[in-house]
């Protein structure tokens, strides 16, 4: 369905908000092929349900992304995801606390 939005990777600015956009594999398959994407709205979309962390992945996908829906995209936040998706793996954030953090150290 928005598979030409991939032809135009120039854009920088996207806003998607209440398009009834439900595939998850909008991510991959054409946000991840625009460089220069900067500012993403896409709430008000199923998709934004299903996409697992969803705040956090896509902020560590989409490299460039400063801003998501209506929130910006600071420096820390995105150490803050890079870090925690090598080294606690996206599946178990869910379930990782500090508490059993301290626990194991």
Same mark, same amino acid.
């Given at each position: 369905?928005?598979?030409?939005? %991939? ?19 909008v991510?991959? @398959?054409? *946000? @991840? ?9 896409l709430? %008000? ?6 996409? @697992? ?6 902020? *560590? ?15 820390? @936040? ?7 998706? *090598? *080294?606690? %793996?996206?599946?178990? #954030?869910r379930?990782?606390? #500090? ?7």
């Amino acid at each position: 369905m928005l598979q030409w939005l %991939g032809k135009f990777y120039i854009f920088s600015s996207l806003d998607l908000t209440d398009n009834k956009i439900s595939d998850e594999l909008v991510l991959p @398959e054409i *946000f @991840e092929k625009m460089p220069n994407l900067a500012v993403l709205y896409l709430h %008000g979309n199923e998709v934004c349900k299903k996409i @697992e962390h969803y705040r956090k992945t896509l902020i *560590f996908k989409l490299k460039k992304l400063r801003y998501l829906d209506d929130r910006p995209v600071f420096d820390e @936040e995105r150490r803050f995801c890079e870090v925690n998706y *090598f *080294f606690i %793996g996206i599946c178990n #954030w869910r379930n990782w606390s #500090w508490k059993r953090r301290k626990k194991k150290v």
